[in-house]
Antibody, heavy 122, light 107 residues
């Protein structure tokens, strides 16, 4: 069965960076894109960016441009997301999610990781 | 960015009730609208994609409709396991954006 297993919770100081991982299993890793979505406490879901796990192309929300990097390791079926220059507002649960397509331009997230809490505090 | 606004933000309902949640986009998004359910401490799960297509394994009491800017998610008869937060998501343009969520609580 399809699984996305994320790395654990992190506590970081303002200005630091955090790197989260998302290990995929149960499907052909390079056939799907992986997205990162975060959720601050009590807030809506917020899309950060995605990577085409096959080609390695990436695209990011302008809000995070310059601060976020998404990479993939096809040998390990793992996607990594690094967010730099952390501030308190980055405290959130970070999810990875697999995008599946269902026709021309139709897509949705059919599998999600369990989430990883990142706390930014001095 | 396209703004997604859900209404109501919360509602109280009883088991067996029919529930309708609305999602409005700030501009036309055709039918590029998905619905997710999220329970406390868990990741969201997909219910509906392309505005009205039921995701595999999702009970038929869930249905979606709409196109352009106005969309609805309907639960025909609430079950105990349906008490959760529901989010809409537009995938028409980048960045993808979500509604603020609708919390369905037990009356």
């Amino acid at each position: 069965q399809v699984q996305l297993v994320q790395s654990g919770a992190e506590v970081k100081k303002p200005g630091a960076s955090v790197k989260l991982s998302c290990k995929a299993s149960g499907y052909t890793f390079t056939n799907y894109a992986i997205h990162w979505v975060r959720q601050a406490p009590g807030q809506r879901l917020e899309w950060m960016g995605w990577i085409n796990a096959g080609k390695g192309d990436t695209k990011f929300s302008q809000k995070f441009q310059g601060r976020v990097t998404i990479t993939r390791d096809t040998s390990a079926s793992t996607v990594n997301m690094e967010l730099s220059s952390l501030r308190s507002e980055d405290t959130a649960v970070y999810f990875c999610a697999r995008e599946t397509t269902a026709g021309r331009r139709v897509s949705f997230f059919d599998h999600w990781g369990q989430g990883a809490l990142v706390t930014v505090s001095s | 960015d396209i703004q997604m606004t859900q209404s109501p933000s919360s509602l109280s309902a009883s088991v067996g009730d029919r529930v309708t949640i609305t999602c409005r986009a700030s501009q036309s998004i055709s039918s590029y609208l998905n619905w997710y359910q999220q329970k406390p401490g868990k990741a969201p799960t997909a219910l509906i994609y392309a505005a009205s297509t039921l995701q595999s394994g999702v009970p038929s009491r869930f249905s979606g409709s709409g196109s352009g800017t106005d969309f609805t998610l309907t639960i025909s008869s609430l079950h105990p396991e349906d008490f959760a937060i529901y989010y809409c998501q537009q995938t028409y343009s980048t960045p993808q954006t979500f509604g603020q969520g609708t919390k369905v609580e037990i009356k």
